[in-house]
């Protein structure tokens, strides 16, 4: 008998067999005849019970079944395509040995994802940020995402100091014979930039900014009238184009979750601004008050400076660090002093080594508070008369520090608005300054 046949015969027999069963167990009549009892009843509820947890279990290994299946079928397939590839890839050349066993094979494509995972597990991005973090980043740090940002800014800064101005001597150790002048000097500074930002890649790019200053300044002296009580003054205001900076940010090293983002920086400032050197001076009746008649925007010098900045993640806040040397170049200028007369010579501005470090918080996607500290230490002014040597000017070398707060909002999903407020912490350093700067990115 054909196999098929037996097979059919195998399965339709039982089954013809359990008719009578079936029908003797779910014969209708009694039911019809009579009523169940409550024992009756029980045991059909169990037997129910029975039966849909047989078939529970049934379904379960089906399932089973299918999944080891399927699962059986994709790894045939994928070794059928791995041996179409090595035969297309390689030459047809004598075997001396057998080929690999399925379970080498897959046991070696086993370890290559593993690799693959750990490699990836190591090289883990670091957290996302914030839009909003990205604003204040970009500002004390660098940011590589925004391929092209035109950022106009404002910045308003205000100064004051006073000086005790004693000329003559003291006798016997306590009486000072002589003039006493109490000099006082307040400047307004609002200074507009506009600076642009082009990313060539991921690694490299380049910055430009082009400064305005406008500056009022007032001197006040005392001794008009020989009086001590009443003051001379002297105002002097104007406005000028200050000195053009270009610099070229690279990114040593992308922020991961063990290493920081690591960029280094050179900066470059041309004397495109009026220089302080050779402006007249004007003296006042007394002789008591002596100012400038005209206001400087710029150093007058060439300046060069190159450091790198640190930031690092954990979400949700960005610590920063900064750390910069600067050098200006050697000048020599028609006249130094502005007195009657010219007195050329040689000018060297000196050097700086400035640092900041700072904290930005992410309060929500659009929005960011930040905080900062920033020094400056400038080394001390020389100057060398034609034909003479040179000679440090005193009271040059100057220490300013000052501790920022601010806060940043997305205006748009372009335009950004970066705000800051700083106050001095020593006497060379503005009172007080605020800034407004709006980064629009393309």
């Known amino acids: 008998m054909n196999k098929k046949w037996t097979s059919a015969v195998a399965v ?16 209708p009549q009694p039911a019809l005849q009579s009523s169940l009892s409550e024992q009756d009843i029980a045991m059909l509820k169990q037997k129910l019970i029975q039966l849909n947890q047989q078939i529970k279990l049934q379904q379960q290994t089906i399932n089973q079944m299918a999944q ?27 075997s001396t ?21 750990s490699n990836k597990t190591e090289r883990k991005k670091a957290p996302d940020r914030a839009r909003s973090t990205d604003d204040v980043l970009q500002e004390a740090h660098n940011v590589f995402s925004r391929k092209f940002t035109v950022e106009p800014s404002f910045t308003y800064s205000y100064y004051s100091r006073k000086d005790l101005i004693l000329r003559g001597f003291l006798a016997l150790d306590a009486i000072f014979l002589g003039n006493l002048n109490l000099d006082r000097i307040r400047t ?22 082009l400064p305005y200053l406008y500056r009022w300044t007032q001197y006040d002296s005392v001794g008009e009238g020989n009086s001590s009580q009443r003051y001379e003054t002297a105002k002097i205001s104007g406005g000028q184009m200050g000195d053009v900076s270009g610099a070229v940010y690279y990114r040593i090293n992308a922020e991961s979750v063990d290493w920081p983002d690591w960029v280094w920086n050179v900066r470059v400032r041309a004397p495109t601004g009026k220089d302080p050197f050779g402006i007249p001076l004007e003296t006042s009746d007394t002789g008591n008050l002596t100012y400038p008649t005209e206001m400087a925007t710029g150093s007058g010098v060439w300046g060069v400076s ?37 007195s050329p010579g040689e000018i060297d501005l000196g050097n700086y080594l400035d640092y900041s470090v700072g ?30 040597e040179w000679d ?7 220490n300013t520090a000052s501790l920022g707060i601010g806060a940043t909002l997305a205006l748009s999903p372009n335009l950004s608005m970066v705000t800051s407020m700083g106050a001095g912490l020593t006497e060379d350093s503005p009172d007080y300054q605020i800034s407004l700067r709006f980064p629009y990115r393309f």
Not at 188 to 207: A, I, K, P, S, V
Not at 311 to 334: C, H, M, Q, R, W
């Open 12 to 27: 339709i027999l039982p089954a013809i067999l359990a008719v009578p069963a079936y029908a003797a167990d779910n014969d």
């Open 68 to 94: 080891q299946v399927l699962k059986q079928e994709a790894l045939n397939r994928q070794a059928s395509t791995e041996n179409v590839a090595s035969t297309t890839q390689q030459p047809a050349t004598p």
């Open 97 to 117: 040995s057998s080929a690999p066993p399925s379970a080498e094979r897959q046991n070696a494509q086993s370890s290559r994802q593993a690799a693959i995972v």
């Open 188 to 209: 307004n500074t609002t200074r507009l930039d506009l600076t642009t930002r082009y990313t060539l890649n991921e690694n490299w790019q380049f910055e430009l900014g």
């Open 306 to 342: 190159t450091g790198f900045s640190l930031a690092k993640t954990f979400d949700p806040a960005i610590v920063f660090f900064n750390l910069n040397y600067g050098v200006s170049f050697k000048e020599t200028f028609d006249d130094l002093s502005g007195a009657p007369g010219l």
């Open 359 to 388: 904290l930005a918080f992410a309060v929500s996607e659009r929005m960011s508070l930040s905080m900062s500290f920033n020094q400056r230490f400038y080394s001390k002014t020389k100057q060398r008369p034609e034909g003479g």
């Open 392 to 398: 440090k000017i005193p009271r040059t070398d100057t």
